[in-house]
């Protein structure tokens, strides 16, 4: 069945470093979902991707979808504390009739002030 | 407005006991998702509808877990028999479409 997986697992950088977590699917993804998690909290939506080669921009967070549409990448550029938590990537398979999504192993990230 | 809510926030239960979780999601929300979430791991997608039936049901474990949405809104995750390893933190999520999910607080079951 399609797996979706992320890495880092774990990532401590220093305020203000730049920070990157990256998403593999083992099938072709329809659409790829960011979501981040604070400690204690549920799963926020961040943004969509669906075009091969899709760059999206959101202030300080770059997001990209793969040419062959089974990868994906985000990018926190200068991170600050607000920042923490984890981060997580789901994809839809193209070969699924629904809009069932599996969510990857996510990347908690910690910024240390 | 209103975001989706979930109860109860916290489930302590005995092994093989019933257990019922309820969903309830933003109003005009025609799709609805069940995840499971354990310490540490991404959810584990469990069940979605889309308006009363079952799209796709593919994740449930086993038939001791089973979900409804009677008129298109409220969902219940019903689980019998209740499993020490099913212990874990349920979230729902509804959509108004095919994209954004807007997830609830999750409900924390324990089962000792």
């Known amino acids: 069945g399609q797996q979706v997986m992320q890495i880092p697992q774990y990532q401590h950088v220093q305020e203000g470093e730049d920070f990157t977590t990256y998403c593999n699917s083992s099938t072709t993804l329809s659409n790829i979902q960011w979501y981040k998690q604070r400690p204690g909290g549920h799963p926020v939506f961040l943004i969509q991707?669906?075009?091969?080669?899709e760059v999206k921009k959101q202030k300080r967070l770059t997001f990209q979808f793969g040419e062959a549409k089974k990868n994906s990448s985000l990018h926190i550029t200068a991170t600050q504390t607000t920042d923490v938590g984890t981060y997580f990537c789901a994809g839809r398979d193209t070969t699924s009739g629904t809009y069932k999504y599996i969510f990857g192993t996510g990347t908690r990230l910690k910024v240390l002030a | 407005g209103a975001g989706v809510s979930q109860t109860p926030s916290n489930k302590v239960t005995e092994k093989g006991k019933y257990v019922e979780l309820r969903c309830d999601p933003i109003?005009?929300?025609?799709?609805l998702y069940w995840y499971r979430q354990s310490l540490g791991q991404g959810p584990e997608f469990l069940i979605y509808f889309q308006g009363t039936g079952a799209a796709d049901d593919s994740g449930l474990p086993n038939d001791r877990f089973f979900a409804v949405r009677p008129e298109g809104s409220v969902s219940t995750l019903k689980i019998q028999r209740t499993e020490r390893g099913d212990s874990a933190v349920y979230l729902c999520?509804?959509?108004?479409?095919?994209?954004?999910?807007?997830f609830g607080p999750g409900t924390r079951l324990t089962v000792l």
């Open positions: 109003s005009g929300h025609t799709a």
């Open positions: 991707l669906v075009k091969s080669g």
């Open positions: 999520a509804s959509s108004p479409g095919y994209d954004t999910q807007y």
